[in-house]
């Protein structure tokens, strides 16, 4: 036995040595000097590959996650929110224009493996649905429900008001044995049609500019496939033990996309029965648990990817099939390898890795047994020439590196390459850490993404922004649980439900001349429960409504209290501070800071209107709806109005508190008081230096909306009819942003004012 045992062990042993010698032929045959390793690495520094970034990139993510969830559970959806990809990787780089990728997890249904016995159910509405791997192709299942007869009668009255399975039960289950199809997923969106239509699919998923949205159910059961990650041999140094005990309680996702139809992997004649297994929480988990080193080394691959193979080969030798080969590559080498001196050749780790799989025709999955992610990708002819290629990458690695443009890296690694002074630190004067904490103020992702609200309510949407109102302000009374330090963000979109709900009542106000008393009423006690929360935007919010309403009496009142709370806002607010002076050690107190105190401190220094809400601004103000159409993106289409800031009225809360109250007392003939709001709002916009971003791609924007700021200030000195000084005003704002400015229509009004004058 004890032979037998040895036996067993020797073998093992040689097993695992095995990887390693890939590892040692690039070492000992492809050599690069560390000083190149480190000019190198400090390069990826500035590009955002760096530890403050990626740590702030993730928790911005991860509060994203929770904030959408509590957005939708205040809605009474029960479905969580994930966040997966580079974005919250902290593996991408501006120049990447990477897509954020959401998933959706649709709790109202309960699965479980057909090798189990049927859950017993917390309550009578879920759906209970069997997964089945039986006959399937690897990494796919077929799922069946159980007594559907029975589970519609439970859900007779509930499917009118749940959206998550109003579609499920309309669904004829006579045919295919009960068997679902993937299809059902796509039946559930909760989107206008204009929206609906400008949606993409792709696999799983469906994206709607820049955001990549996937449907889901989730099993809280391994599969036996993937129990492949936590039972083959390896080295033994990573993934730890702590990490894989923890991926093994987090299930997997089932997403509705079936087998390609371009291989004969699949067993039954219908693809669109099939469904996917997703181990993307085991991946992420992975990911995070790994050194900034690694994810240097796979950012680098990534830029060769889409530069060198993705003009020809596109997605079908993906960014997981580097990250496969990542996974593979750390897994199979020393952890000592893995050093900012060594970067040069853990590039070639991972290249030899995909190599040796290109070569196999096979590139295995990390998680799961018996995947081969070639499969319907890359065709037979192909894989000798990839591998040719290769080939030659790895063995002039430093000659391809120098000769990326993304994020001109190459120039700026040939730059520091020639630099003869001391290594310096992360951060400079345009260092990525400002840049991610400035991107943040101009809100990446906003955790109220909900698409319904982007038109303009009717008389029948009115209702139900009520009712919706009522439902989450009950939900946010009640106990949260682990959500509870994310409360603020159902403060928030009371806040944006007010001023949807106050819009529609102005509006049909201004179509039918005549006040519809108890909407406004309830509009006045709509915003009254959302200040609470005591965040400045949120007072804003209602006095730029009591302006545009014309009770400029109580606007007075609260422009008094607002300015009050500006002043003390400024002391502690790091925001602020950021705009007046962009340090380095603010945007890394910033960084550090909990996620309730940036956003509290981001919404009470700026504010944002949509469409829907126009009617609660100014008439001058309006046209800023309208900047987008003027001037080009460099990226056409890559984002949609309601994932950009082009279609909305962005303002700075202190300009835009001064510019009503002039507009408030020269209606009320309060002379003194306009001029000081005039002086006022000049000042401030001197104070604070306009910090000019440029992007990867070439688009010029301001985080503090001076653009905007500019254009208030010239509509006072139009209606001062110094019109001189407003021409300025509009000249000068054109000039630091020509490109999506609403300046521009204000100089094409002031130049139709002259041609009338001399024309008569």
């Not at 422009?559 to 501070?577: A, M, P, R, S, V």
């Not at 021409?727 to 130049?751: D, E």
Request: aromatic share 12%; glycine share 4%.
């Amino acid at each position: 036995m004890d032979h037998n045992r040895l036996s067993k062990q020797q073998k093992t042993t040689t097993k695992d040595k095995k990887p390693w010698k890939a590892a040692h032929y690039v070492e000992t045959n492809l050599t690069d000097n560390k000083e190149i390793s480190e000019i190198l690495s400090r390069a990826l520094d500035d590009l955002a590959v760096n530890e403050h970034v990626i740590q702030f990139r993730r928790k911005i993510m991860l509060s994203s996650e929770s904030e959408l969830t509590l957005t939708h559970k205040g809605f009474g959806r029960n479905k969580r929110t994930y966040i997966f990809g580079s974005q919250i990787e902290g593996t991408s780089t501006i120049g990447m224009m990477s897509d954020v990728d959401i998933l959706y997890r649709f709790d109202t249904f309960c699965l479980f493996l057909d090798s189990e016995n049927p859950p017993i159910q917390p309550h009578d509405h879920q759906i209970v649905i069997k997964v089945s791997t039986s006959g399937c192709a690897p990494q796919f299942c077929v799922l069946k429900r159980i007594e559907p007869s029975t589970l519609a009668r439970r859900f007779q009255n509930l499917v009118l008001n749940t959206i998550d399975i109003a579609d499920f039960f309309r669904w004829d289950w006579t045919n295919h044995d009960g068997r679902i199809p993937n299809t059902v997923m796509f039946d559930i969106q909760n989107l206008t049609p204009e929206i609906f239509r400008q949606a993409t699919r792709h696999g799983p998923a469906k994206r709607y500019g820049n955001i990549v949205h996937v449907n889901a159910w989730n099993c809280k059961s391994l599969p036996e496939q993937c129990k492949f990650v936590f039972e083959r041999p390896r080295p033994g140094h990573w993934p730890s033990e702590k990490t894989l005990k923890k991926a093994k309680t987090y299930g997997v996702f089932i997403v509705p996309q079936g087998t390609p139809k371009s291989t004969n992997i699949c067993t039954y004649d219908y693809c669109d029965y099939q469904w996917r297994i997703s181990t993307n929480l085991t991946e992420r988990l992975f990911m995070f648990s790994l050194d900034t080193i690694h994810l240097k080394a796979y950012v680098l691959t990534k830029m060769i990817r889409k530069e060198l193979f993705g003009p020809e080969y596109r997605d079908r030798l993906s960014t997981f099939h580097f990250k496969t080969a990542f996974f593979f590559a750390v897994e199979n080498n020393r952890s000592d390898l893995w050093r900012e001196d060594n970067l040069i050749n853990c590039v070639k780790y991972i290249l030899a890795t995909l190599r040796r799989f290109l070569m196999r025709h096979n590139c295995p999955h990390f998680t799961i047994e018996n995947v081969n992610l070639f499969d319907g990708k890359i065709e037979r002819h192909e894989f000798q020439k990839l591998v040719q290629t290769l080939k030659y990458v790895i063995n002039s690695l430093r000659t391809t590196i120098e000769h990326i443009q993304m994020d001109n890296l190459g120039n700026t690694f040939y730059e520091l390459s020639t630099r003869t002074n001391e290594r310096s630190t992360y951060c400079t004067n345009d260092s990525s850490l400002l840049h991610y904490v400035f991107n943040y103020f101009e809100g990446a992702i906003n955790a109220v993404f909900e698409t319904e609200f982007l038109v303009p309510p009717d008389n029948a949407r009115k209702d139900s922004l009520k009712n919706e109102f009522t439902s989450v302000k009950t939900y946010s009374c009640a106990s949260l649980g682990k959500y509870q330090k994310y409360a603020y963000v159902l403060h928030d979109v009371m806040s944006r439900m007010a001023s949807f709900f106050a819009s529609a009542c102005l509006e049909q106000k201004a179509e039918e001349h005549e006040l519809d008393r108890d909407s406004i009423n309830k509009a006045r006690h709509m915003y009254e429960q959302t200040l609470e929360a005591d965040i400045i935007g949120t007072y804003m919010r209602y006095a730029s409504f009591l302006f545009c309403n014309g009770e400029f009496d109580e606007a007075c009142t609260y422009f008094d209290l607002i300015e009050k709370k500006i002043k003390e806002d400024k002391k502690c607010n790091l925001i602020y501070q950021l705009l007046v002076s962009q340090s380095e050690l603010l945007a890394v107190k910033i960084a550090k800071q909990s996620s309730e105190q940036s956003f509290k401190q981001r919404w009470s220094v700026f504010l944002l209107f949509r469409r829907a809400e126009s009617m609660c601004v100014p008439v001058f103000l309006r046209c800023e709806l309208y900047r987008g159409r003027f001037g080009t993106l460099t990226f056409p289409d890559y984002l949609l109005p309601f994932c950009s800031n082009d279609e909305c009225i962005c303002v700075q809360i202190e300009p835009y508190l001064y510019y009503l109250q002039y507009l408030t007392y020269k209606l009320l003939n309060q002379e003194p008081k306009r001029t000081e709001a005039l002086m006022k709002l000049f000042k401030c916009i001197t104070l604070i230096e306009p910090r000019q971003f440029i992007s990867s791609e070439g688009d010029i924007f301001f985080i503090s909306h001076s653009d905007t700021s500019l254009n208030m200030l010239g509509h006072c000195f139009e209606l001062e009819q110094n019109l001189k000084m407003a021409w300025v005003m509009y000249a000068t704002s054109a000039k630091m942003l020509p490109q999506r400015n609403a300046a521009v229509l204000h100089i094409i009004r002031l130049l139709w004012q002259v041609y009338q004058r001399l024309r008569f």
